[in-house]
């Protein structure tokens, strides 16, 4: 079997780094930069969702020709399978909001500031008990 020096096993590690990094960027960034990055990622054409979707999607072709010629169970050919088309759905779901999204990410100046504060939605409010 390959060793994990192969460029395409090193590069899939690196993504997953980036990923990494990204979400902890993410996490420690305000308002408009945070939905600038979730913009960018669910961007379907462009952003990380897609092409994690693409990859899924090779992933599950490669599954059924190699479960085809029985070097895969059928499981992995079916489970890859429903991942891509989850995923796809995903993202179709997500893509309803992406301008909603890009409209947080815009900076905001004093004169495009709304006249009242925003309200939390009832849907997001956590209660602490």
Do not use: W
């Not at 895969?72 to 759905?89: H, K």
Request: charge should be neutral; include cysteine.
């Amino acid at each position: 079997m390959p060793g994990p020096n192969l460029p395409s096993v090193r590069l899939a590690e690196s993504v997953a780094r980036q990923l990494g990094q990204l979400t902890r960027y993410l996490a420690q960034a305000p308002p408009y930069e945070a939905a600038q990055i979730i913009a960018g990622v669910l961007d379907y054409d462009t952003g990380v969702l897609g092409k994690v979707t693409e990859l899924v999607c090779a992933g599950s072709r490669f599954a059924k020709d190699h479960s085809e010629r029985g070097v895969l169970p059928p499981e992995v050919c079916l489970a890859l399978g429903r991942a891509a088309n989850e995923l796809d759905s995903v993202g179709a779901d997500l893509s309803e909001h992406l301008d909603t999204i890009k409209e947080v990410a815009k900076p905001s100046t004093p004169s495009s500031r709304a006249a009242a504060p925003p309200v939390a939605s009832a849907m997001v409010i956590r209660r602490h008990r």
